[in-house]
């Protein structure tokens, strides 16, 4: 029996591995490791960092009747030479790895945040700025990074405590990738929630009451959330394999390592190459990659060959609290064509993406769901 493991849980994980379960069973043992025995919904995680309390989602119930193995721990260590993970004091041998720990956000690139800032990497972290907000809803919050994530964070955060001061930190206009009118959709809902926005600023430091911007500038601040910048876990690293400057795995158009073609990466952890340039981590091109992976290492197994990775966005989702949102419908490449959505529409129309892996999941343990279909997910 081919023994696959697929490390990381997470949308794109997930998806690999109970696609793979069912295209490889009776030929493959397929085993999933991941730190924790709960679903993270990265999708949700502004939620988490309010307080509002989400559905617990066990990793074991989404993989019963799948035929995986599931081991709950943190991957240490790849030994390439002998293929063998270690997991805690086991050993994992594998046949072929597929390698789904994804990113997170680098708090390596302000110094002080890795100490003083909260992220959206974990349920814990988002969790203790909920607490924090709990105890002091009138807090000044400091929110570093104008992407998509610092957006829906500064949004939900404002609306969910009227009483906090949020500040919006962000060297580029928020939503830089969006078209004009979206854009200006995005600026009046900060503007109705009371955000106060400050453009073209770096943040060069953080610390416990204020973050400290290029120039001087002391921006105090109860709390600190850092979005801004991702960087992948230097595990691949330190096995050896490739790696490109962000630490993410640099594959083949199969996306298999360029290095060790006995590693599949997929979704963050991955540096993908299309024509149009290369792919940037979210779950709307991870469950894509993840379920092509399990489809190339099915048709490996039968003798055949794997066939190259092709993907093309299609929108930006982004919800501005529970009541309003803003979808920017994209090129393939990502950047904005001229139809958007906003209002109640774009909040139908972005809760039904963030619902969308789950039945996916689920759908994916019956049937071999078309890849096509899972493209617009995240």
Not at 160 to 180: I, N, Q, T, Y
Not at 234 to 242: D, K, S, V
Request: charged fraction near 20%; include cysteine.
């Amino acid at each position: 029996m081919h023994r696959i493991v697929v490390l990381g849980a997470g949308y794109t994980g997930m998806i690999a591995a109970i696609r793979v379960a069912r295209r490889t069973r009776r030929r493959a043992t397929v085993t999933l490791v991941n730190p924790s025995s709960r679903f993270t919904e990265r999708l949700r995680m502004h939620q988490t960092a309010t307080g509002q309390a989400l559905p617990d989602v066990s990793i074991p119930d989404l993989l019963r009747g799948t035929g995986i193995a599931f081991v709950q721990g943190r991957a240490e260590r790849i030994d390439t030479g002998r293929r063998e993970v270690s997991v805690g004091d086991r050993t994992i041998g594998y046949d072929t790895l597929v390698y789904a720990i994804g990113s997170v956000a680098d708090t390596a690139a302000g110094q002080g945040a890795e100490a003083s800032a909260y992220t959206l990497n974990t349920v814990e972290s988002a969790g203790r700025l909920a607490d924090l907000l709990a105890a002091r809803p009138d807090a000044a919050i400091a929110v570093v990074g104008g992407g998509l994530t610092g957006v829906e964070a500064a949004t939900e955060l404002a609306e969910r405590h009227p009483a906090a001061r949020v500040v919006l930190l962000s060297r580029d206009a928020p939503g830089p990738l969006m078209s004009p009118r979206a854009r200006a959709h995005l600026d009046r809902a900060l503007t109705r929630l009371g955000i106060e926005v400050r453009t073209g600023v770096d943040v060069v430091s953080v610390r416990p009451d204020a973050v400290e911007l290029a120039g001087g500038e002391i921006v105090t601040a109860d709390a600190t959330l850092w979005t801004t910048g991702f960087t992948a876990s230097p595990l691949a690293a330190e096995a050896g394999l490739t790696v490109d400057e962000r630490g993410r795995i640099v594959v083949d158009a199969t996306l298999r390592s360029v290095s060790h073609p006995d590693v599949v990466a997929i979704g963050d952890a991955a540096a993908i190459r299309q024509p149009w340039g290369t792919i940037h981590g979210t779950c709307q091109s991870g469950i894509p990659s993840g379920a092509h992976a399990a489809d190339s290492i099915a048709r490996v197994l039968s003798g055949k060959a794997a066939k190259p990775f092709r993907f093309g966005y299609i929108h930006q989702p982004v919800s501005l609290g529970r009541k309003d949102a803003v979808i920017q419908f994209t090129h393939a490449d990502d950047t904005p064509r001229r139809w958007f959505l906003t209002g109640r529409a774009a909040v139908v129309y972005k809760e039904l993406v963030t619902r969308s892996p789950l039945p996916a999941y689920r759908m994916s343990k019956r049937l071999t769901v078309p890849a096509a279909a899972l493209s617009s997910r995240g």
